[in-house]
């Protein structure tokens, strides 16, 4: 038989292990109280807040100074062929290309040629220059008779004593580029300043009192022509010549006739067959 030993009661060995183990877990978790009471405050991490909602974070705090609005970008140009809002403007720098800006009025002068036919202006600049006359005896004789028969009328100061040299149907003068209704010597007597046709009658005397030229010799526009000043360009007159001038227009009138580079006051024209062809002023 083995020896029997003696052993402590079971009951003593389970109080012992157990207070063995408190002995060895009692300490642990003190200890780490204490580590944990040791940590300083600042260096425990924030705690992470959940982000503010988008209207809570652009509005504005109470008693702060507000902000000036923000820069508007500019309204972007309409395209090409539609027209933009209503109270919109057009933003700096977007203003129509220049080839769709309104043309410019051309500066280049006017040259005659809204009238047509042969006491229309009809100048060739590089042309030769017509002879000017003012010998009364190279006239032909029917012409030299009604040019003296227009300078009479016009010295009596009476617009009546044109009408036997006006005539009638295809035989009258013209008066005008336009068409002439009525009486011809009424409506000569309305060109006149005064009323009465003495102005007009004057003009005509010293029309015909100038030099003249011979235009279109051998055609259907063959014409001898009062004053001169029709058949040369202005810029070709020396200064003798534009003393000649001012006798019949104003300086005022010339300025205005260099935009046309050609004289278009009053003049009158004779067929090589004495008919008295016009008596007009204009382009």
């Not at 500019?74 to 539609?82: D, E, N, R, S």
């Amino acid at each position: 038989m083995r020896p029997k030993t003696e052993t402590a009661p079971r009951g003593a060995l389970r109080l012992a292990v157990l207070g063995l183990a408190a002995s060895l877990v009692l300490p642990f978790h003190a200890s780490t109280a204490f580590a944990l009471s040791e940590i300083k405050r600042e260096e425990i991490p924030a705690p992470v807040m959940p982000p503010k909602p988008a209207a809570d974070q652009d509005a504005v705090p109470e008693k702060s100074v507000p902000m000036p609005d923000p820069i508007q970008t500019p309204a972007t140009t309409a395209p090409q062929g539609t027209e933009a809002p209503a109270g919109t403007e057009a933003p700096f720098g977007s203003e129509q290309p220049a080839d769709d800006q309104p043309a410019e009025p051309d500066a280049t002068p006017t040259e005659p040629g809204g009238a047509t036919g042969p006491a229309a202006p009809n100048l060739d600049p590089e042309g030769p220059l017509p002879e000017i006359v003012y010998d009364l005896s190279r006239l032909p004789e029917p012409v030299a008779r009604m040019r003296s028969l227009l300078v009479e009328a016009a010295k009596t100061g009476d617009i009546e004593k044109l009408r036997p040299l006006v005539g009638q149907g295809e035989a009258m003068p013209q008066l005008s580029f336009g068409d002439i209704e009525g009486d011809p010597i009424a409506f000569i007597k309305g060109l006149s300043g005064d009323g009465e046709g003495q102005e007009i009658l004057a003009i005509m005397e010293e029309v015909l009192n100038a030099g003249y030229v011979h235009l279109g010799e051998g055609t259907d526009e063959d014409l001898y022509v009062w004053p001169y000043f029709f058949g040369i360009p202005l810029d070709k007159l020396d200064p003798r010549q534009k003393v000649e001038l001012f006798k019949i227009v104003t300086a005022g009138d010339y300025e205005d006739m260099k935009q046309y580079g050609a004289y278009v006051f009053y003049r009158l024209g004779i067929t090589p067959e004495g008919r008295w062809a016009f008596f007009v002023a204009g382009d």
